[in-house]
């Protein structure tokens, strides 16, 4: 279910967010270790950068989706990128939104608690196709369960095109684009 954000919640997480990038800056600092507190600041860089393009995208239901992610529990921490030139895309919103949330879901539940658990997100739009890669990293303890959502996914192409998947040694791996 989507969690409906107020204006306040957003801000406090944001700040919360940010008090902790500068805390781990100004510990770096205190240490002497100037070059991590220089690849803090571009991973900062990096992010920020990540967030423009995606909001740029006109993705504005999955951009909310994928930025305020990590802000609630799940047992997977994710992250994305997006690669390649600006593009109008508020026409695949919604759909890509949904396909995320079931995916993020079925994968929540299918992985160990207890893991270290991450999922990569790549948004390509270097073409008039636009792709989405997955690329999970942790224990998955419910490989059927998986199995069983990308075999349905794939006999399921209305409008968006499950065009690779694995699933190996408690990797994952997916790629989706736009039909």
Not at 5 to 13: A, G, M, R
Not at 40 to 47: D, G, M, R, T
Not at 108 to 127: A, G, K, Q, R, W
């Amino acid at each position: 279910m989507k969690k409906d954000w107020e204006i306040v919640e957003v801000l406090s997480h944001s700040r919360h967010d940010w008090l902790n990038k500068i805390q781990l800056i100004k510990g770096n600092l205190s240490l002497g270790k100037i070059d991590r507190v220089k690849e803090i600041i571009e991973e900062i860089v990096i992010e920020s950068q990540n967030e423009s393009n995606l909001t740029n995208l006109r993705l504005h239901s999955l951009a909310e989706l994928l930025m305020t992610y990590n802000w609630e529990q799940h047992h997977f921490r994710l992250e994305y990128e997006v690669l390649g030139g600006i593009k109008d895309l508020s026409w695949c919103d919604e759909q890509i939104h949904n396909w995320c949330v079931r995916f993020f879901s079925i994968l929540d539940i299918s992985i160990d608690v207890n893991s270290d658990n991450h999922l990569s997100m790549s948004i390509e739009t270097f073409n008039e196709e636009v792709r989405f890669f997955f690329d999970f990293s942790g224990i998955i303890t419910n490989i059927e369960q998986l199995n069983n959502w990308f075999h349905e996914q794939q006999s399921n192409q209305d409008f968006i095109q499950l065009t690779e998947f694995q699933i190996h040694n408690g990797e994952l791996m997916a790629v989706i684009s736009t039909i």
